[in-house]
């Protein structure tokens, strides 16, 4: 004899133990395989290819804590949030989606006219968002949701410079641009 429950939902078909007072869910997030899925700060399950786990002894009509680790997320990865609270019915289940989605970044070396970096603490800002970031050791700035053609604005001391940056659209979404020429005043 067999004991046991089979199901389906949102396209993940799962064979568990039975389900009986219990509840359980399917989180999904994103296409990410190996994402590990945490049910009260204990892991439970594993995202498959599609990016679904099924997390199963969810205690039904109490807030169950379903979490995500974001250091296990690629770096071209934005994610809504880590934490998802979850209250089902008995002997149900329900979807979770922690909602994720890819981001083109760039690690950008930038360099004055005379071939020196730009110093540390300078501060990028992209034309589109007015996002600000800071230009690290040897020139490095990390620059993040960027499009295939960007404006940039560098800031340092009493010096600035505006540039165009360029990115090659058949590439991935992380790659290392530069070193690009800021000339001051431009």
């Known amino acids: 004899g067999a004991d046991g429950s089979i199901g389906w939902l949102e396209g993940l078909p799962f064979a568990t133990r039975r389900i009986d007072q219990g509840a359980f869910a399917v989180v999904h997030v994103g296409d990410l395989e190996g994402v590990e899925v945490a049910r009260s700060n204990q892991l439970v399950a594993t995202t498959n290819s599609r990016g679904l786990a099924l997390v199963p002894g969810l205690l039904p009509y109490q807030k169950n804590i379903l979490t995500v680790n974001p250091d296990q997320l690629p770096f071209d990865i934005n994610i809504g949030g880590v934490t998802e609270a979850v209250v089902p019915y008995a002997r149900s289940g329900v979807t979770v989606n922690f909602p994720v989605r890819r981001s083109r970044n760039a ?6 006219a005379d071939g020196n970096p730009v110093p540390p603490g300078a501060r990028v800002t992209m034309s589109r968002s007015n996002e600000e970031y800071i230009v690290a050791k040897r020139g490095e700035v990390y ?7 960007n404006r940039i604005d560098v800031r340092w001391k009493d010096e600035h410079c505006s540039l ?16 690009l020429i800021c000339e001051s005043g431009h």
């Not at 690690?107 to 004055?112: E, N």
């Open 143 to 149: 620059l993040m949701d960027l499009q295939d053609d």
């Open 164 to 179: 165009p940056l360029a990115l090659d659209p058949t590439k991935g979404s992380e790659m290392q641009v530069g070193p």
């Open 107 to 112: 690690l950008v070396i930038l360099h004055q």
